[in-house]
């Protein structure tokens, strides 16, 4: 199975600390597509974020969170024990200062061919030494899915232009669903914005060094009767006890 972007992340990344591409800049093999499409079927199957709160009940998030260990050099990659989700009222103000326990990622995720080779593919796209690369990675996978009311607008980052603390991370869209909004935008760390994509097509992507900036997207709306959601899987990679730790 092959893919690849026809962008050098790498360089952008390098020298702007951020780099976005749509998803006309893919490029998937047949069993690349084939893959992809098994592994947006699991957005069908998250459980509720309990600590979304939105006000509307036709208003909701559903989620899986899991940490992984990743070793680069041997492209180990296995599932840690469950863990919470935790972040502090610093990096967010909606929701930090709790341990958060979602559901984990099932294997019919981690054991994805499409998933395992994009897990590599963004580790490779950052300024990491590779002495590190024989470390054991820290990665930490949020599988989301917003959904919206009929004639309804839903907050899909409540806590703002933040920053979630990790060393580097890469978010791609999953699949959208008749919504309008949710445009994407990243800002430096005193919140003066750099870039926005709104993500349109699956594979839409961002790629960003989260720790030296900020950023956030924009509410989404359901303008008819229809059912509508926006699905996100964010990919991020830490190593503690190194330069490359988590900034809780």
Not at 58 to 67: A, K
Not at 169 to 174: F, M, R, Y
Request: aromatic share 14%; proline share 5%.
């Amino acid at each position: 199975m092959t893919f690849k972007v026809n962008c050098d992340l790498k360089s952008k990344i390098k020298k702007q600390k951020y780099v976005t591409a749509s998803a006309a800049q893919w490029e998937l093999s047949t069993n690349a597509q084939e893959s992809f499409a098994e592994l947006q079927k699991s957005w069908n199957n998250l459980e509720i974020d309990k600590y979304y709160g939105e006000l509307h009940p036709s208003n909701y998030r559903v989620r899986r969170y899991s940490d992984f260990d990743y070793v680069p050099n041997t492209g180990e990659f296995r599932p840690r024990n469950h863990v919470s989700y935790y972040q502090s009222k610093r990096q967010n103000s909606y929701a930090g200062g709790q341990n958060r326990h979602f559901g984990d990622i099932l294997p019919e995720v981690y054991e994805n061919e499409f998933f395992c080779s994009l897990v590599e593919y963004d580790f490779k796209q950052f300024p990491i030494p590779e002495i590190y690369f024989d470390h054991n990675w820290i990665c930490q996978v949020h599988m989301i899915r917003i959904v919206v009311g009929s004639n309804q607008t839903t907050p899909t980052t409540p806590e703002g232009i933040h920053s979630d603390g990790y060393p580097f991370a890469g978010v791609h869209l999953i699949n959208r669903k008749n919504i309008t909004g949710g445009e994407s935008r990243v800002y430096t760390v005193d919140s003066e914005q750099l870039a926005s994509l709104t993500f349109k097509e699956p594979l839409d992507s961002l790629w960003f060094e989260d720790r030296l900036m900020k950023h956030y997207v924009t509410p989404i709306s359901n303008n008819g009767d229809s059912e509508a959601h926006r699905d996100i899987l964010a990919i991020s990679f830490s190593l503690p006890d190194s330069p490359y730790t988590t900034d809780v």
